[in-house]
């Protein structure tokens, strides 16, 4: 149970922040795959983000824009979404996470893996987000 | 000449960063050490921020070095906000309000 912060100058700057820090976090998730970054910061920063919500602006607020439900389902996509990306190129007969193999494409090979871990970075950060956002919920004893 | 300037701004951030660093370990309390951090840290990172974009000029990079300025500018401020009215409510008191 947490309340919002006493303090008006926390609450206005924190509230203000979060945009901004989500929008840096996609940005380190969609540099993940040629430069510095990628989906374990990115994640971590999407949640900080989120985070600075629930201990700044309260819950009531902060719950209607972040649902409780938003952590446990952004972890269960990512991770399904990479499992699912790495036994895709399975089918055509190429090793776990080759995916220049992933079948129904016919772009060539070192553009199929740029765009490969393009959409596994994204999915990373979409299970970091979601996991960490859930402990983070259930550490302040909000339960489903 | 844009050189000169980045340079400059440099030296003089970063002479401000050394000052916040012996201020936070030599002053007495809290809050004397908050206000070293908070002020002289801030300042001294903006400086030294507004010399890479004077450096870099007209590129890429320089909106974004301006971008962590403004950002620093107004967090760091915030946090020790926040830090230093929790330490007031958790009951620490300024040095110069206990007794001797």
Known sequence: ?144 | MSTAVAAGLLVVGTAFLTVSAIGSIRLPDFFTRAHAVAKSETLGLFLVVLGLAVHHGLAAATPRLLFIAFFALIANATAMHAVARAAMRSGHRPLSETPP
Request: no cysteine; net charge neutral; hydrophobic share 55%.
């Open chain 1, 1 to 144: 149970m947490i309340g919002h912060h006493d303090s008006v100058v926390v609450r206005v700057i924190g509230s203000l922040f979060v945009p901004f820090v989500l929008v840096f976090g996609i940005y380190v998730i969609a540099h993940g795959h040629y430069g510095p970054g990628g989906g374990f910061a990115g994640g971590v920063i999407l949640t900080v983000g989120v985070a600075l919500l629930r201990i700044t602006v309260g819950e009531e607020e902060s719950y209607r824009r972040f649902p409780l439900l938003v952590g446990p389902v952004a972890m269960l996509v990512g991770m399904f979404a990479f499992v699912a990306l790495g036994l895709l190129p399975l089918v055509t007969g190429g090793a776990f996470l080759d995916y220049a193999a992933v079948p129904g494409t016919d772009l060539e090979p070192s553009r199929l893996r740029y765009l490969g871990i393009l959409v596994a970075e994204v999915a990373i950060g979409l299970a970091v987000f979601g996991a960490l956002l859930w402990i983070f919920d259930s550490l302040v004893g909000r339960r489903l």
